[in-house]
């Protein structure tokens, strides 16, 4: 298969751990519900962790557009995935590689040995890797292992093994 080729899109499966991850609280708000800009790590986010030098603590988005951008940033992300896969993958593969490049970028996926096994077919191999993304620097600027990336990685895991993470 041509480099760049893969023929499933992303899932709802992939969407909601995407959302899940990301912000789960939102999601039991109605979509015409408003929401505040919050500080993530080393920048402000909004809706699903969505980044951008125009979000600033005062931004206020609704539920409905916190979806829209969500949707549109794992698009992105999920053309991050196909652009430097050569091979034809499952749909759990792609939609953990997605959620994955959600959250990395496309550039650490790009560099990654985690994309090395994902093209040669060696699904260990990609959940080994997978648990090796779990750390956080603290506020001394030391890694520390994150519970919340261990489950999400977990949840990734699941979807290559079994095609589903719930």
């Known amino acids: 298969?041509?480099?760049?080729?893969?023929?499933?899109?992303?899932?709802e499966r992939c969407l909601t751990l995407i959302k899940v991850s990301e912000n789960a609280p939102l999601l039991l708000l109605p979509?015409?519900?408003?929401?505040?800009?919050?500080?993530?790590?080393?920048?402000?986010?909004?809706?699903?962790?969505?980044?951008?030098?125009?979000?600033?603590?005062?931004?206020?988005w609704s539920r409905s557009q916190a979806d829209n951008q969500c949707l549109q940033d794992a698009q992105a992300a999920y053309q991050g995935v196909v652009s430097?896969?050569?091979?034809q993958?499952?749909?759990g593969v792609i939609d953990?590689?997605?959620?994955?490049?959600?959250?990395?970028?496309?550039?650490s996926f790009a560099n990654s040995t985690l994309l090395k096994c994902i093209n040669s077919g060696?699904?260990?191999?990609?959940c080994n890797q997978l648990r090796l993304w779990v750390h956080v620097k603290d506020k001394n600027g030391i890694y520390q292992i994150d519970p919340g990336l261990q489950c999400r990685r977990e949840r990734e895991i699941s979807l290559v093994t079994s095609g589903d993470w719930q």
Not at 2 to 10: A, E, T, V
Not at 31 to 44: E, G
Not at 84 to 87: L, Q, S
Not at 122 to 126: A, E, H, K, V
Request: net charge negative; glycine share 8%.
């Open 1 to 11: 298969m041509q480099q760049g080729m893969c023929q499933l899109p992303i899932s």
């Open 31 to 60: 979509s015409d519900a408003l929401i505040q800009a919050y500080w993530d790590v080393d920048a402000y986010s909004i809706g699903f962790g969505h980044h951008s030098f125009h979000i600033s603590r005062n931004t206020i």
């Open 84 to 87: 430097h896969v050569k091979t």
């Open 89 to 91: 993958l499952a749909q």
């Open 96 to 107: 953990a590689a997605t959620d994955f490049v959600y959250e990395f970028g496309a550039t």
């Open 122 to 126: 060696d699904t260990i191999g990609i």
